[in-house]
């Protein structure tokens, strides 16, 4: 079983710590996503990576960045962390397409995050 | 830019009443995807959509993506508690290869 594991399930800051969310998947896939969650906005791609060291900017990247320095491993940083901030944080990968196009994404069980 | 509507945002039904779900897109999407969050739980995959047209079926759960591949339903048939969740569909374009761009969600309250 595909298996995404993310560093913490619930996480508290205070306003201007720099954070870091962890997320490492056991599969081998080329991609590998961050979102974040917030109630009646579903889903929004923060970043994301498709091979080490790259990365591509989703729809909401002002205020994270992000690092992958190894195929298993994608890293949120939320360099001084603001309130506004506070969400459900889920990671994702998957393998690209491919022919048959298909590409699922496999999440973790999310960190929600509060900053105080 | 690039947008998935799903409507309606919210559900009320009757255990044993049907449901649906729809999205759509102003563009031609590749295929579509459809996934079920749990309350308190992660999206997990249920569906790929690709050809134009198609219909899939898992149980009481009927898939379809339309002629033009520019909207998609989700129906359940004779909703069971263990439906309680949100759905969301997620659309791939062809002009991306990694990205897929997702609709709002609609959340499936069973009534008591």
């Known amino acids: 079983d595909v298996k995404v594991t993310q560093s913490s399930r619930y996480l508290v800051k205070r306003t201007g710590e720099k954070v870091f969310l962890e997320c490492v998947q056991d599969m081998d896939h080329e991609n590998m996503f961050w979102y974040r969650q917030d109630p009646g906005l579903g889903l929004r791609l923060i970043y994301f990576s498709y091979d080490v060291k790259m990365k591509e900017k989703g729809d909401i990247p002002e205020g994270y960045s992000v690092s992958r320095e190894k195929k298993e491993r994608f890293s949120l940083i939320l360099e001084s962390a603001s309130t506004n901030q506070t969400s459900m944080y889920l990671c994702a990968s998957s393998f690209l397409p491919g022919t048959s196009g298909r590409a699922e994404q496999f999440f973790g069980p999310g960190t929600r995050l509060t900053v105080l | ?112």
Not at chain 2, 18 to 44: A, E, M
Not at chain 2, 90 to 96: T, V
């Open chain 2, 1 to 112: 830019g690039q947008q998935v509507m799903q409507i309606p945002q919210y559900q009320h039904v009757q255990e044993g009443e049907d449901f649906t779900t729809y999205c759509n897109s102003s563009t031609t999407l590749s295929n579509i995807q459809w996934y079920k969050q749990r309350p308190g739980g992660h999206p997990v995959f249920l569906i790929q959509l690709v050809k134009s047209g198609e219909v899939k079926k898992q149980k009481r759960l009927t898939f379809q993506f339309g002629e033009a591949k520019k909207n998609s339903s989700l129906h359940i048939t004779a909703t069971q508690t263990t439906d309680v969740g949100t759905y969301f569909c997620a659309g791939r374009y062809w002009d991306s290869n990694y990205q897929l761009i997702w609709g709002a969600g609609t959340k499936l309250i069973i009534k008591p």
